[in-house]
């Protein structure tokens, strides 16, 4: 963990003023995109890029497969702010710090975040390359401790204790479920884990996590929901199953982060479509 004091108001608003000055876009809708789903960013029109080294206080990200820039531009005739690859707190930093660049798109004015991750498969049905709408999550590390919420509250952002039990808004998720419909692409829907990381879990591990009730485990996403929820923001969810974990000691396979990265390259095509269809669709307020 860091040592810097806790970051406030100030902090975001500064980090925002540096991003509007230097872009004329006025993104409403944020997405962060997970490893080895970069190439997302591609497809974004009248780009505007922007390294995190070069907006103030952003978390640097130093993970293979997190390119760490901002994109702002269209993407399906809506103004994003994509942010690919993000910073993890396994990285040596506070899960706030973590979670600041998701206070800045808020101070920006964005009001609706979309997600994007690699996730472990638990669920024994699916398979590495399956794309799964987040409906809800478990918090192992945040329920334990590891809380990006920890520390003085700021009112003006949101309360100290906000509700979770509507994390992923229904409307949103429902509005997935249709466009993936239409387009023919095969969407799971599941509980995500969220783990701290970076190890990969043991096979006991795996048959605990799925005992609990979750369909896919990964190392981030958690925090950033959390954090938008304080705000009151919108949350979307989608997680590509990168690979399936490990639930038995006898087997030869390791899980490893190369893995996780063809995987995205796999998902990628069928993330752009649904995420085309749904931000064309998506009603911004
Ligand atoms: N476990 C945890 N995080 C992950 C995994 C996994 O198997 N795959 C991608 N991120």
């Given at each position: 963990?860091?040592?810097?004091?806790?970051?406030?108001?100030?902090?975001?608003?500064?980090?925002?003023?540096?991003?509007?000055?230097?872009?004329?876009?006025?993104?409403?809708?944020?997405?962060?995109?997970?490893s080895?789903?970069?190439?997302?960013?591609?497809?974004?029109?009248?780009?505007?890029?922007?390294?995190?080294?070069?907006?103030?206080?952003?978390?640097?990200?130093?993970?293979?497969?997190?390119?760490?820039?901002?994109?702002?531009?269209?993407?399906?005739?809506?103004?994003v702010?994509?942010?690919?690859?993000?910073?993890?707190?396994?990285?040596?930093?506070?899960?706030?710090?973590?979670?600041?660049?998701?206070?800045?798109?808020?101070?920006?004015?964005?009001?609706?975040?979309?997600?994007?991750?690699?996730?472990?498969?638990?669920?024994?049905?699916?398979?590495?390359?399956?794309?799964?709408?987040?409906?809800?999550?478990?918090?192992?590390?945040?329920?334990?401790?590891?809380?990006?919420?920890?520390?003085?509250?700021?009112?003006?952002?949101?309360?100290?204790?906000?509700?979770?039990?509507?994390?992923?808004?229904?409307?949103?998720?429902?509005?997935?479920?249709?466009?993936?419909a239409?387009?023919?692409?095969?969407?799971?829907?599941?509980?995500?884990?969220?783990?701290?990381?970076?190890?990969f879990?043991?096979?006991a591990?795996?048959?605990?996590?799925?005992l609990?009730?979750?369909?896919?485990?990964?190392?981030?996403?958690?925090?950033?929901?959390?954090?938008?929820?304080?705000?009151?923001?919108?949350?979307?969810?989608?997680?590509?199953?990168?690979?399936?974990?490990?639930?038995?000691?006898?087997?030869?396979?390791?899980?490893?982060?190369?893995?996780?990265?063809?995987?995205?390259?796999?998902?990628?095509?069928?993330?752009?479509a649904?995420?085309?269809?749904?931000?064309?669709?998506?009603?911004?307020?």
């Amino acid at each position: 963990m860091s040592d810097h004091p806790p970051f406030t108001r100030e902090h975001y608003r500064e980090a925002a003023e540096t991003i509007r000055r230097w872009t004329r876009h006025r993104p409403q809708i944020g997405i962060i995109l997970g490893s080895g789903l970069n190439s997302l960013a591609d497809e974004v029109e009248a780009a505007n890029r922007l390294a995190y080294t070069d907006i103030p206080h952003f978390p640097p990200t130093g993970v293979a497969g997190h390119v760490g820039q901002m994109v702002l531009g269209q993407l399906a005739g809506r103004d994003v702010l994509i942010m690919q690859g993000r910073a993890h707190a396994y990285e040596g930093i506070s899960l706030q710090h973590a979670t600041l660049p998701v206070r800045v798109m808020h101070e920006l004015g964005i009001r609706t975040l979309i997600v994007t991750n690699a996730a472990g498969g638990l669920n024994p049905g699916w398979h590495a390359g399956d794309l799964m709408l987040i409906t809800d999550h478990i918090g192992l590390s945040a329920m334990v401790g590891h809380n990006p919420l920890w520390g003085p509250n700021d009112d003006s952002l949101g309360p100290r204790f906000p509700a979770l039990s509507k994390a992923y808004d229904p409307a949103l998720r429902r509005l997935a479920v249709k466009v993936a419909a239409e387009l023919g692409i095969e969407l799971r829907q599941g509980v995500y884990c969220g783990l701290a990381g970076p190890a990969f879990e043991t096979p006991a591990e795996v048959r605990f996590l799925r005992l609990s009730g979750a369909d896919a485990c990964g190392m981030s996403t958690v925090p950033e929901v959390m954090v938008a929820c304080h705000m009151g923001m919108r949350v979307l969810g989608f997680s590509g199953i990168s690979n399936v974990a490990i639930d038995n000691l006898d087997a030869d396979e390791a899980a490893n982060h190369e893995e996780v990265l063809a995987a995205g390259q796999t998902l990628v095509p069928r993330l752009i479509a649904l995420l085309r269809g749904v931000l064309a669709a998506i009603p911004v307020a």
